[in-house]
């Protein structure tokens, strides 16, 4: 059954860096998505992209990030200067379309020391 | 800006005993998802309600939609411990693209 696959699973940061999050979508959907859950808490939506441009971001989804779809396989989310507070597990997802579920991937794990 | 409140936020309950978790949103949309997380894990898709009266089951699950009153349920029926997991409503808030806003998601813990 086709899925969602992110890399890495985790990753571990300083303060101050660039991470790059990747992504791989299921092949024939259209609509892709990136989502944060800090821990223990609620899945919260960062942007949405579809046609090779930013459908919808949220407040959280300032100038720090960035959402590429470099290869026409690849989604990633790119968080230029982390902070501490950027600590989360972050969920790509996709979909056929507007009207269907989301799928997610299994999250990557970005800690910022 | 839409909020989605979910009721219970933890629940404990026996194996076989049924019961219905709640979720309300503050502003009109048709498109409600059911989420359920393992801990650790990521969302898996277990139900989208599309209209009004719209009413879906599977296996022990059942959710249902009232656009009007803005108020989805998820009714557990016997309860299984399988079923113990973190279940979370999200309602799309634009149009085109989505953008769910996902409510706190409740804790369910079932008990042989």
């Known amino acids: 059954e086709p899925e969602v696959t992110q890399t890495p699973s985790h990753q571990v940061t300083q303060m101050g860096q660039e991470v790059i999050l990747r992504c791989v979508p299921i092949?024939?959907?259209?609509?892709f998505y990136w989502y944060r859950q800090i821990l223990g808490q609620k899945v919260e939506f960062l942007v949405s992209?579809?046609?090779?441009?930013?459908?919808?971001k949220s407040e959280i989804f300032d100038d720090q990030f960035s959402v590429e779809r470099p290869d026409g396989s690849n989604f990633t989310l790119k968080i230029r200067s982390t902070k501490l507070e950027d600590s989360a597990m972050y969920f790509c997802?996709?979909?056929?379309?507007?009207?269907?579920?989301?799928?997610f991937g299994q999250g990557t794990r970005l800690t910022v020391v | 800006e839409l909020k989605v409140e979910q009721n219970p936020l933890f629940l404990s309950m026996q194996e076989g005993k049924n019961y219905t978790i709640y979720c309300n949103y503050s502003?009109?949309?048709?498109?409600l998802y059911w989420y359920r997380q393992d801990p650790g894990k990521s969302l898996e898709s277990l139900f989208v309600?599309?209209?009004?009266?719209a009413v879906k089951q599977e296996g022990r699950l059942m959710a249902s939609l009232d656009t009007k009153a803005r108020l989805s349920t998820l009714h557990i029926t016997a309860a299984v411990h399988d079923l113990s997991a973190t279940y979370f409503c999200?309602?799309?808030?634009?149009?085109?693209?989505?953008?769910?806003?996902f409510g706190q998601g409740t804790r369910l813990t079932i008990n042989p």
């Open positions: 997802a996709s979909g056929r379309d507007s009207n269907t579920e989301a799928f």
């Open positions: 092949s024939n959907h259209l609509y």
């Open positions: 992209f579809y046609n090779n441009e930013i459908s919808e």
């Open positions: 502003t009109t949309s048709d498109r």
């Open positions: 309600l599309l209209s009004n009266g």
């Open positions: 999200a309602v799309d808030s634009a149009e085109g693209a989505q953008k769910l806003v």
